[in-house]
């Protein structure tokens, strides 16, 4: 899992494109535990929050230009 100060070292463009990456593996992890092929079950999870990561992190970023 991907911690918070790696991610305020990114810039905007690398979060999107890391979103993106993670957004994919999510799509694949569905489909691998769909067929009971998955084989670390945690992954999902931290696939997950990292995602929560990212948007909260770009959230906060827009806001902060808005002001």
């Not at 305020?8 to 993670?22: M, P, R, S, V, Y």
């Not at 694949?28 to 997950?48: G, Y």
């Amino acid at each position: 899992m991907a911690k918070i100060a790696d991610l305020n070292g990114k810039t905007d463009d690398q979060l999107a494109q890391d979103l993106g990456e993670l957004k994919r593996e999510q799509f694949n992890l569905r489909f691998q535990a769909a067929t009971n092929q998955l084989e670390k079950p945690s992954r999902v999870r931290e696939v997950r929050r990292t995602i929560a990561q990212i948007k909260t992190l770009q959230t906060q970023r827009s806001a902060a230009a808005a002001k």
